[in-house]
């Protein structure tokens, strides 16, 4: 059955097709299975200009029920899209709410999955088509503070929609498959298919379910279609699957439906090119003979000549330059500046060597000349291009590795060597990852040891690194040099404490066994220990940041490469159910390597550690009783420690935001919880003392109690470095404390001072109000700096003029107090 409607102001567009697929999905249904007979109807029906459905019989029947036969409106789409159910719902929609939008919406789609399960694939696709409708306009952010459209349902639209499309694409896909690929709606409703799920990714771009459908719908339209546009279908399927793969490295499915597309390509592009050579076994012959020079931009800036043809292969894929795209791809080719414009406007010939580099396409590292020039190749292909200035602007260190052709116009000759994708990790190419081989066993978990040997590859393709280098000497003296040693142990990490940032992000996605690249734009610093000889390990690293110091930067490697070989994988220990557990040994080394953490400043590391292990007290406790409870009040005494130290300065900032401090007394109440376990049964503790000084200063600011505490630490442990610190860092704050309650009380009673002396009542009551204050002055203790600070000086020389003897007799004999008070703080006071 075939429908159409007029195009109404207010009518929603689903998509290009959307309903009519409907129709095409049914029509396509009869005609594989059983065709209509000639009497059967064709029901068409229309909306008038109020919205009301108008209905008109047609094929072969005279009668006609609204309108002329044969009649057809100057609004009505020519070619019969069905858009009477958008008109019934668009009518509907008029009185609910954005909320009951979303209500019919789930409604719609929950009838669209059980439809699909009963197999009624014409009636999901209906129901998938209503729930878009009820909700689609939902998703869009012009929405009003005052209006009930709220943020919470554009995001309940946003998954319902991206669900629903998604599941659509799941119908059309399954239905278009049942068809005979000779069919004639097949294309369309796979078509169909592909866009159902671009409308599900423009919502979710990591919508894994879309990209795989995708995928699937793109693949299976290579069918019947000619070699370049199966070849450009395939390159999309194959980004979709790569980007699934980036999102679900398990994803079996994904992993076959890749090998197939990659297979169909290989298979395509040998046919190309074996068709190419039977076309034109004289090509590059005839490309020197007959060359001719290409404007590739159009306006001059960009201008190639063909030197020698490549494989003709349709290689490019546009989606990889999308900002939202999770595929990267990177191309390798040599380069040689032939000229450049000289003052006087004539060419310079140039004598630099070819250069051989590879790039992120479109991630900015590279002359925009450059970049567009290769991506007009195909691999193999050599060309010459003479480019534009402002096409070569590029400031990096990757285009600086280039001859620079000054500001003017310069002619290359580039030769497109290699390409390949790889997964972008970090926004514009900042981490990109390429796994060969994933591995087998389980992946390594944190804290495992991992066993990996490593090479690192500048962007020329050189290796400039091997964890495999020794050191030796070379002959006749000829200085240090750096040889791989194949029979070399490999150096171990531990994943999350000391394992090198490259090969942390590669022990993601590989197990034992497994092959990894990643490459970065800046490449930390080369690890300098570990390996089972740590010296050689530390020379090696050193000598390879010298050799290469010229040609990647003294301070950073740029744009390298680490390529990386999972030998063996120790997953960490589990506890006393692990087969490895030995008891107090297994805690001492765990403690251990937590203090060896805190000492390099990886608190954060220690504390992931020692957590680990007090988890483990429950099944300790279980199996050994108390055998281990001076170890495990080490261990916990030291994780309080941790998070006291690290809630601390965050309590006494004023500038912190609300999460931060809630963080912050969460891990406080923490470390109380752990230290009242400790001062129950360890009060004797070291570590006990120290905690608790240390709640008490972080949270009361409670120096005296903290001081208390620590002077009892100090008498367990006299010669304890973190003891000796923390206490003087506390008498340093109780010091503080008590200038300022010093200063605060001398301003107090020189205040005073001022009004008695002005006091008008009389000079007995006046000197009785300054005596007063004085014998308050001469029984508080004044550092020096306040006695300067607060300028009390000048007032009891006051005192001294202009008040009784008594009063003055005090006054000397305070200021004589402060003088020598003073030479004793400050000894070159007299001088």
């Excluded at 069905?82 to 509907?92: F, G, I, L, M, Q």
């Excluded at 190749?377 to 096409?391: K, N």
């Excluded at 000796?724 to 860092?729: A, D, H, I, R």
Aim: charged share 30%.
């Amino acid at each position: 059955r075939r429908s159409s409607a007029r195009r109404g102001a207010g009518a929603h567009r689903l998509l290009g097709g959307g309903l009519r697929l409907l129709a095409r999905m049914a029509a396509a249904g009869q005609a594989a299975d059983s065709p209509p007979g000639e009497d059967e109807e064709v029901v068409i029906e229309e909306l008038d200009a109020n919205g009301e459905t108008a209905r008109t019989t047609v094929a072969g029947e005279p009668g006609v029920e609204a309108g002329e036969e044969g009649k057809e409106d100057d609004d009505q789409p020519s070619d019969g899209e069905p858009d009477t159910a958008v008109a019934r719902v668009e009518k509907e929609k008029r009185n609910m709410t954005a909320a009951q939008k979303i209500e019919r919406a789930g409604e719609w789609k929950t009838v669209g999955n059980e439809c699909f399960k009963q197999g009624e694939l014409f009636k999901a696709a209906d129901a998938y088509y209503h729930a878009i409708m009820y909700c689609r306009e939902l998703t869009s952010k012009i929405y009003t503070p005052t209006s009930e459209h709220k943020e919470e349902h554009r995001q309940a639209a946003i998954e319902l929609c991206e669900s629903a499309f998604s599941n659509l694409a799941l119908v059309q896909f399954k239905h278009a498959s049942n068809l005979p690929v000779d069919h004639a709606e097949r294309q369309k409703i796979l078509e169909e298919a592909a866009k159902s799920c671009s409308e599900a990714l423009k919502l979710n771009a990591k919508n894994v379910k879309a990209l795989f459908r995708r995928a699937q719908a793109r693949f299976r339209l290579t069918d019947g279609e000619k070699n370049e546009e199966a070849q450009k279908l395939l390159g999309e399927a194959k980004a979709d699957l790569m980007a699934v793969i980036a999102e679900d490295a398990q994803n079996r499915d994904a992993r076959a439906e890749l090998k197939s597309v990659q297979e169909r390509l290989k298979t395509l592009r040998r046919e190309a090119l074996a068709n190419e050579k039977k076309n034109f076994a004289f090509g590059s012959t005839l490309s020197a003979l007959m060359a001719k020079e290409q404007d590739l931009l159009g306006d001059g800036s960009l201008r190639k000549v063909l030197t020698a043809a490549g494989d003709g292969g349709n290689w490019m894929n546009d989606d990889w330059l999308a900002k939202s795209s999770s595929v990267r791809c990177v191309v390798r080719a040599t380069f040689a500046m032939l000229s450049s414009g000289g003052a006087d406007g004539t060419d310079v010939k140039c004598s630099s060597k070819p250069v051989t580099l590879s790039f992120v396409l479109g991630s900015g590292d590279m002359h925009e000349g450059i970049d567009l020039a290769v991506r007009s190749m195909s691999l193999g292909e050599v060309a010459q291009f003479t480019i534009a200035p402002q096409r070569m602007a590029a400031k990096g260190s990757l285009a600086g590795r280039l001859p620079d052709p000054k500001e003017q116009t310069s002619v290359w000759t580039v030769t497109f060597l290699k390409f390949a994708t790889w997964t972008e990790l970090e926004p514009d190419g900042r981490v990109l990852q390429k796994i060969g081989q994933e591995g087998y066993g389980r992946f390594a978990e944190p804290l495992s040891q991992v066993f990996m040997h490593w090479r690192v590859f500048g962007p020329d393709g050189e290796m400039v690194h091997s964890s495999r280098y020794t050191v030796t000497i070379g002959e006749n003296g000829e200085g240090m040099k750096q040889v791989e040693n194949e029979d070399k142990a490999p150096p171990s990490y531990i994943i999350g404490e000391d394992s090198w940032e490259p090969l942390t992000i590669l022990c993601k996605s590989l197990r034992q066994g497994g092959i990894g690249e990643v490459r970065m734009k800046v490449l930390p610093k080369l690890p300098v220990e570990g390996g089972s000889d740590g010296k050689s390990e530390d020379a090696a690293a050193k000598l390879s940041m010298m050799m290469n110091r010229q040609t990647l930067g003294s301070q950073e490697w740029e744009h390298c490469t680490v390529r990386a070989e999972v030998l063996k994988v120790v997953q960490p220990l589990v506890g006393p159910s692990d087969s490895r557990w030995e008891g107090s040994s297994s805690l001492l080394q765990e403690g251990l390597r937590a203090e060896q953490l805190q000492e390099m400043g990886r608190e954060d590391a220690a504390l992931v550690r020692l957590r680990r292990v007090l988890s483990w007290i429950p099944q300790i406790q279980e199996q050994d009783g108390t055998a281990f409870s001076r170890e495990l009040a080490s261990i916990k005494a030291s994780a309080g420690w941790i998070l006291a130290c690290r809630a601390a300065p965050v309590l006494d900032s004023g500038n912190v935001s609300s999460a931060e401090l809630a963080a912050a007394q969460r891990e406080l109440q923490e470390a109380k919880e752990l230290w009242a376990s400790l001062d129950r049964e360890h009060p004797d503790l070291v570590g006990t003392q120290l905690l608790g000084a240390k709640i008490l200063v972080a949270e009361d600011d409670d120096f005296a109690g903290a001081h208390s505490k620590l002077l009892e630490a100090q008498r367990l442990a006299p010669s304890d470095k973190r003891v000796q610190e923390e206490l003087k860092s506390v008498k340093a704050q109780l010091k503080r404390l008590e200038l300022e309650a010093a200063r605060a009380k001398v301003v107090e009673i020189r205040d005073g001072l001022k009004r008695a002396r002005v006091d008008t009542s009389g000079a007995a009551t006046r000197d009785g109000a300054v005596f007063a204050l004085l014998r308050e002055l001469d029984q508080t203790r004044i550092p020096w700096e306040t006695v300067m600070e607060t300028r009390i000086g000048v007032e009891l020389k006051g005192c001294q003029e202009g008040c009784g003897d008594e009063v003055r007799q005090l006054s000397n004999q305070i200021l004589g107090r402060l003088m020598d008070e003073s030479k004793e703080q400050r000894p070159m006071w007299d001088t």
